[in-house]
């Protein structure tokens, strides 16, 4: 059997149709950290792929559209990071502003997100 029979036609492969955001910590976001006291002992190998987080974000046709859709989810996007890593709301900044996050945070837009894990995706009971 070759490889192209080993899966269902494409057309039955399910789509999940989402686009992601991969955020990325800049040092600026870690000198902050460390202003406010917090560890960052996860950080030692460095700002590598380690230290990013993935977000599902509404399905983008191409970067413009990711860009836009970034700047309607980025306060959101923020307060989740701040919150990760900062449980200390009263030593957040004041402003939670666009360039903040943009000094603080790379963001790379994935338009086009497939899901190969097997089973149903679940959703976590907070």
């Known amino acids: 059997m070759g490889f192209l029979q080993l899966g269902p036609p494409f057309a039955e492969i399910p789509m999940l149709n989402r686009s992601a955001a991969v955020i990325g910590a800049e040092p600026a976001f870690l ?28 399905a983008c046709a191409d970067l413009d559209e ?16 701040l919150q990760a890593w900062k449980t200390d709301v009263s030593q957040w900044p004041d402003t939670g502003d666009f360039r903040l996050f943009t000094r603080w945070f790379t963001v790379d837009v994935v338009p086009l997100v497939d899901d190969i894990g097997r089973g149903r995706v679940t959703e976590d009971q907070v």
């Open 31 to 58: 000198e902050w950290l460390v202003k406010t006291g917090c560890s960052t002992d996860s950080f030692r190998g460095g700002l590598d792929a380690a230290n990013r987080r993935v977000y599902l974000i509404p």
């Open 66 to 81: 990711g860009d836009e859709v970034i700047g309607d989810l980025f306060q959101e996007i923020f307060l989740r990071e």
